[in-house]
């Protein structure tokens, strides 16, 4: 059974940095597919940023390129999103989906989902 954990997320000012990370247990690090996706107070979920585990191949949304970076640490099985210049549009509770299927955004097979992690940015 995975389980994911999303830990990082706090309240910033915008310009700031934050780093989330996303501790797996139960998946296999070698070859799937984790995401990070968001969803802001009155909006649908929408994805972030996605990287092909043991692959290292990554996909971001237009909205957070050149800002947002996604990597793995195989070693703690947990992947990370480090959030840069961040903007009051980037406020929202982030979360953190796995699936042992490669695609973007990860929908294909048995999805998981961690609990999310809230993100705050102020202007």
């Known amino acids: 059974h995975v389980q994911l954990v999303e830990s990082g997320g706090s309240s910033v000012q915008a310009g700031e940095s934050l780093r989330l990370s996303c501790a797996a247990s139960?998946?296999?690090?070698?070859?799937?597919?984790m995401a990070w996706f968001r969803q802001a107070p009155g909006k649908e979920r929408e994805g972030v940023a996605t990287?092909?585990?043991?692959?290292?191949?990554?996909y971001y949304a237009d909205s957070v390129k050149g800002r947002f970076t996604i990597w793995e640490d195989n070693a703690k099985n947990t992947v990370h999103l480090q959030l840069n210049s961040l903007k009051p549009e980037d406020t929202a509770m982030y979360y953190c989906k796995a699936t042992k299927v490669v695609g973007t955004w990860c929908p294909y097979g048995s999805i998981y989902w961690g609990q999310g992690t809230q993100v705050t940015v102020s202007p």
């Open positions: 990287i092909m585990t043991g692959f290292g191949t990554t």
């Open positions: 139960g998946y296999t690090f070698s070859s799937g597919c």
